[in-house]
């Protein structure tokens, strides 16, 4: 039971750092320091590709 925990804890650890949108754009979780505060860090994500995220008008 416990390496069926220790299994779990890995894998959720795993999936925090990199992942997949549901428009299947993957990313990773990246921190950096907050502005309000320079102690503390706050996680972003970051795209691969950020085409599809950014919208773009042509006058």
Same mark, same amino acid.
């Given at each position: 039971?416990?390496? !069926?925990?220790i299994y779990i804890q890995k894998e959720r650890k795993r999936a925090m750092k990199t992942g997949t949108d549901e428009d299947?754009?993957?990313?990773?979780?990246? !921190?950096?320091?907050?502005?309000?505060d320079p102690t503390k860090t706050i996680r972003y994500k970051k795209y691969y590709d950020i085409a599809g995220k950014v919208n773009t008008k042509e006058n």
């Open positions: 039971m416990l390496q !069926e925990f299947g754009e993957d990313y990773e979780w990246v !921190e950096l320091p907050s502005f309000d």
